[in-house]
């Protein structure tokens, strides 16, 4: 009477028949530790650091440049014969043009690439700039249009700059790139109105 197999004391059916070095070898493959590859990039790190840095700087534009301006507000209320609340009407369209531009600026960025559209921002925000030192106290539309380009081209730069760490960056490098990147933003709000009262008080408001 043939035994049988499933009836042997430690002894798998499925390995009958099949030789020793076989199944080594299959033991040894599956225990061997296995080397994941970096994914390749064209950026070595310092050069990914240096690109963060430089789009954490664009990302100060504009909580700088929204919080830089209040100070100013009873200034204004002065030098352009207007009430406090419609000074407070250039708040109110700064953050909304704040929240929107960006998803017209990152979706043409996506289109176009994010370089161009970066230096199209910062070209919208120094134009409004000086328009806004340049804008004449009897012209308060003037003022009012001029800030909503300011809050369009200082808000995307945050927006783009996001996108750009996911471009140059893999998954795992990203949490140290967002640290440094996410500097700018925090930081704006911290010395905006400090430069914002020292300029008014000192120079004035343009």
């Known amino acids: 009477m043939q035994n049988d ?7 798998d059916p499925t390995t009958i028949g ?9 033991a040894g493959s599956l225990g061997a530790p296995q080397e994941i590859e970096k994914p390749y990039s064209v950026y070595s790190t310092k050069e990914k650091w240096f690109i963060v840095a430089l789009i954490a700087f664009a990302g100060l534009f504009s909580p700088l440049t929204a919080n830089i301006y209040l100070p100013a507000i009873p200034v204004l209320t002065v030098d352009f014969n207007k009430s406090t609340e419609l000074i407070n009407i250039t708040v109110t369209v700064y953050m909304i043009f704040q929240g929107l531009s960006p998803m017209l600026f990152g979706t043409m960025a996506d289109q176009v690439g994010r370089r161009p559209m970066f230096a199209a921002c910062l070209l919208i ?21 001029l800030r909503c380009l300011q809050a369009a081209g200082s ?14 960056a893999a998954p795992a490098e990203r949490g140290g790139f967002y640290g440094l990147y996410n500097l700018g933003p925090m930081f704006g709000p911290c010395i905006g109105p400090v430069i914002g009262g020292a300029l008014s008080n000192g120079l004035g408001w343009r």
Not at 18 to 26: F, K
Not at 155 to 168: K, M, N, P, R, V
């Open 155 to 168: 808000a995307s730069t945050i927006a783009l700059g996001a996108g750009s760490i996911g471009d140059i």
């Open 18 to 26: 099949t030789p020793r070095s076989a199944l080594e070898g299959q």
């Open 125 to 145: 925000l120094s134009l409004s700039c000086i328009g806004l030192a340049l804008v004449p106290t009897s012209a308060y539309w003037l003022l009012v249009v």
């Open 5 to 11: 197999p499933r009836s042997i004391e430690g002894t």
